[in-house]
């Protein structure tokens, strides 16, 4: 049986492994009716206290989450409020975000990316929030100037406007580059090829396809087999044609989002 000696320099390193946020269940060895009186009682008082801690930072972990999830549905409510200034937007949003996901699946992507793209999809527009009201008139009007700028702006802003939600994570970052383009042609930084992230790359997919397939002022929505075909024509140069391939094929065989 280890004398009083060791058992003071096992508890000391026990609390001290404790302190740095190392929590086992090593310090009930010592409550133990063959220790010393005196390390019983400190490890007893040190167990309680480990107890408690991880009790209080299991309650703030729950809290924090119910914090990051009513962020999350009041930006997402503000997402989807443009639906109410622009019925060519309104389920837009759900829409790109349920193929971002399925084609995240489709690549094998884990569970929380394919989460991330969920959320970055439900998100991706929120920037035009920022539109002036010229931008939804309902009419046949060619963009001006000024109108592509606004347009070309949404990323950013949208970036802006979530930029203090840390734990939305990557789905930031997937917002501000879904308008980005393989060929470096794209906005609002002009990155290209890999500087790309794939999320947004496949944001980038599901967008254009719902774009192309959902009636708009300036066009009537097309079919699926028309958006295919020309999701394959930009296939590397604007779009990943590796995302073009898994989505064309996830669509193909578990149909279209209604």
């Known amino acids: 049986m280890p004398g009083p000696r060791e058992a003071r320099t096992r508890l000391i390193r ?5 302190a740095a946020g190392n929590y086992s269940e090593e310090i009930l060895d010592l409550t133990g009716p063959e220790q010393p009186v ?5 490890a007893e008082a040190v167990a309680t206290m480990m107890v408690r801690i991880e009790a209080r930072e299991q309650h703030l972990q729950q809290l924090n989450e119910t914090i990051k999830h009513n962020a999350l549905r009041t930006v ?6 443009l ?11 759900e829409r790109v975000a349920a193929y971002s996901m399925r084609t995240g699946r489709r690549m094998g992507l ?9 959320v970055a999809g439900l998100l991706h527009d929120i920037g035009k929030i920022g539109f002036s009201d010229r931008m939804f008139r309902d009419d046949d009007m060619s963009p001006d100037e000024s109108m592509m700028l606004e347009i070309r702006s949404h ?11 840390e734990f939305l994570g990557p789905a930031l970052e997937y917002v501000h580059a879904h308008h980005e383009r393989l060929d470096g042609q794209g906005y609002p930084r002009g990155l290209a090829e890999k500087e790309i992230p794939l999320g947004a790359r496949i944001i ?10 959902t009636d708009r002022p300036y066009q009537r929505g097309r079919p699926p087999e028309d958006a295919f075909r020309i999701l394959g024509e930009n296939s590397g140069g604007a779009l990943d044609a590796d995302v073009v391939e898994a989505f064309i094929a996830e669509v193909e065989e578990n149909g279209l989002e209604s």
């Open 76 to 81: 997402t409510s503000i997402a989807q409020a």
């Open 83 to 93: 639906g109410a200034r622009d019925q060519y937007t309104e389920g837009h949003g």
């Open 204 to 213: 980038a997919v599901a967008d254009c396809f719902d774009a192309i397939t």
């Open 14 to 18: 026990i609390i001290r492994d404790i």
């Open 38 to 42: 005196e390390i019983q009682e400190i």
């Open 110 to 118: 884990p569970r929380r990316e394919c989460e991330n793209l969920r």
């Open 155 to 165: 990323p950013q802003w949208g970036f802006d406007i979530l930029a203090g939600l």
